[in-house]
């Protein structure tokens, strides 16, 4: 197949049209043809004169959205951010071209076959797993082969920069001893307390943070909704059971558990005839009806000598241990009750239970009662929810069918697409509810399928779409803010002049906690702004501290670092460390190749 695929794509022309037409019907339908092969007007970027066409856009915004990245409702936001990343394709790919860097048909090949998402569960190349998971992602083979072509020749480029780029060995060395230093300082947190001042914003402090903040008071798309649940498990436990059925259940499910056995046992052979033994153990029998013990019994008649001395006692013994027909006659016993005469290879025996390894029937009532009751509510909850399924389809309102079937009609509050309320929350729920046919035509929605027990129909009552609160609604909240954010800046404020005191020699009463020897990878029970902070300090050079702050949270904090010092070597966070430095630079370097290439481009959107 992938040979076929290379022959097929050898004429650029030909890909380029062909594999366009199969993957724009495939997404979008016959009618997106017309626009595909329209003129100019139906393009959405220029990148150095390389148009960026409409259908292209789409196709990537619909497969984002196909792979679960981005949830439907963000389409169009994600329309801005898909533009940009093809026009930084492009100019990568354009760029690639002028290097003239090539990737041959064979190694092209080699990687689709060795991709794990197109391979069985032993490893080989799956040529309907390769075509369906195209086709879920919204490709054709000959799309995917052009769109893998020219991934790789990026990442031949980025590969290419990432191990251009280096360290000098004295670059990697003052790296380790800047991680592995330590620092010892002190500390001191201001409050609210601290401050003199009153708060207290004023109308047009509130009023501009409004407007550079509106994005903040967005309230997203949201419904109403009236919704009907059928729950096997509240019909399980609306249902009464009584005791003897829950005995014969309790008796049911414990019928294999572990017992503990007597015997009687007599052989037959050499001494006595088989009659001889099934008539000694008639008369055993017939005693133990008169009212003899079986443990006395088995004393005076068992041939298993080792247990007759036990009064006949075999142990716990469990299904399985004395084969078919002697599991057959024990396993069916309860509690005190005696077998009818069992042959095994041994000879004859007579079995008794004298206890039974098992729970305890009270123990087990409640999971007795709610199994015995499933099994019983199963038929009615299937019945009711293919009542629910044909009258919720042509019902004009929930109501009715609720009525109809004995179910509550619930009703939300005002709820979104990202709603956490109870049964709402449930996967599916509230996809339906914003679906087209629900939210749209005002139909009643599909029965959802929440669990093995439960299913929902829900109908939306009431709409309103997403919109920005206005600046009454929101006022308090703004206002609060706003004093939050005064708060922060008086307390940042207050700890810059207690820093510059401090650092003027004056004596200053402040509350220290002091830290010894902390690392960049610890914190000692010390908020880590504050561990950073400090290692963002220079470091003392003599007896006196370096003072700094930094406002951490709804707190100013003054830190006075006293010495710094070297550490102990770890091999291993150097060498991770080491590590994550060469792999920032080499992002660095591909940033900035893509910063200089979009510049120099010529783009118009």
Known sequence: MLQSIRDRSRSWGAKIIIGAVVVTMAMFGVDSLVGLFGNSGDEVAEVNGEPIMRQELELSVQRAIRSGQVPPEQERALRSQMLDELITTRVLSQYVEEGGMHLSEEQLDQI?????????????????????????????????????????????????????????????????????????????????????????????????????????????????????????????????????????????????????????????????????????????????????????????????????????????????????????????????????????????????????????????????????????????FNEKVQQLIDESFAADDLQSVADDLGLALHSSDWVSRDTREGVLSEPGVMAQAFSDDVLEEGYNSEVIELDSDRRLVLRVTEHREATTLPLDEVRDEVAAQVTAEQRREALRARAVQLVDSLGDGESVTLDWQRVEEVSRQESRGVSPAVVNAAFRLPAPEGEAPVYGQVVDGDRAVIIALESVGEGEVDEQVERFVASMAERLRAQAAIQGLIEHLRSEAEIKR
């Open 112 to 380: 689709i076959v060795s991709l794990p998402e197109f391979q069985d569960q032993e490893g080989r190349f799956d040529q309907e797993l390769f075509r369906n998971r195209l086709a879920s992602a919204g490709y054709t083979p000959l799309g995917f082969r052009q769109q893998l072509r020219g991934d790789m020749k990026q990442q031949q480029l980025q590969q290419g920069l990432a191990f251009s780029d280096f360290s000098l060995p004295s670059e990697q060395e003052r790296l380790a001893e800047l991680q592995r230093q330590t620092r010892t300082f002190r500390y001191a947190a201001l409050g609210p307390d601290d401050i003199e001042e009153e708060l207290s914003p004023s109308d047009e402090a509130i009023e501009a943070y409004y407007a550079q903040h509106k994005a903040r008071f967005r309230r997203p798309e949201q419904v109403r909704l009236n919704y009907v649940v059928i729950d096997r498990q509240t019909m399980a436990d609306e249902m009464e059971i009584d005791e003897q059925t829950l005995r014969d259940a309790w008796r049911e499910q414990t019928a294999d558990a572990d017992r503990r056995l007597s015997h009687i046992m007599v052989t037959f052979g050499e001494q006595r005839s088989r009659e001889e033994a099934v008539a000694k153990l008639e008369e055993v029998q017939a005693r133990l009806a008169d009212g003899e013990s079986f443990a006395d019994l088995a004393a005076q008649v068992s041939d298993d000598t080792v247990s007759a001395e036990q009064g006949g006692d075999l142990g716990v013994v469990s299904r399985g241990f004395f084969g078919d027909a002697f599991d057959e006659a024990a396993f069916s016993l309860d509690e005190g009750d005696v077998s009818e005469v069992v042959e095994t290879d041994n000879g004859l025996h007579l079995l008794t239970v004298t206890g039974l390894e098992r729970e305890s029937f009270e123990s087990m009532r409640g999971d007795l009662h709610r199994q015995v009751a499933l099994d019983r509510v199963s038929g009615e």
